[in-house]
């Protein structure tokens, strides 16, 4: 018995060609990501107000991990397949984080801000002057 040699790469597409980033795509979007390092420290200088500034910080961290995971963990050359199982990871992680975001002016009232007068619980003993 002849045993015949198979060679599977989990790397190649249909057509047995391997999709690797060129040196020039890679240095482009490294470039692109130390640029937008920049943009993302020039714009802490800048005060739009607490929720534009979250947003813009927000912005530019979603585009900085798309060239990441596009580029530098090549998901722009993988199966489609992985791609809808990782912005599917995605969607998960943001409805979580956008939940919990909806609930959090419940309980602002209940945080201490001054530790050096906290405001009167609402029920319970009333703090003992003395």
């Known amino acids: 018995m002849a045993a015949t040699a198979h060679h599977d790469d989990h790397h190649d597409d249909h057509h047995g060609i391997s999709h690797t980033a060129s040196v020039k ?17 020039l714009a802490t200088k800048v005060d739009f107000g607490p929720n534009i500034n979250l947003a813009v910080a927000m912005l530019i961290a979603v585009v900085k991990a798309t ?48 530790v050096d007068h906290p405001p009167v619980a609402p029920v319970g003993p009333r703090p003992v002057s003395g």
């Open 67 to 114: 060239l990441v995971v596009l580029f530098f963990m090549h998901l722009k050359y993988d199966k489609i397949f992985h791609t809808v199982i990782f912005l599917s990871a995605v969607l998960a992680a943001a409805l979580f984080v956008g939940f919990t975001l909806m609930d959090s002016g419940q309980y602002q009232d209940a945080n201490i801000w001054d």
């Open 25 to 41: 795509v890679l240095l482009g979007t490294g470039g692109a990501l130390l640029m937008l390092t920049l943009v993302t420290v």
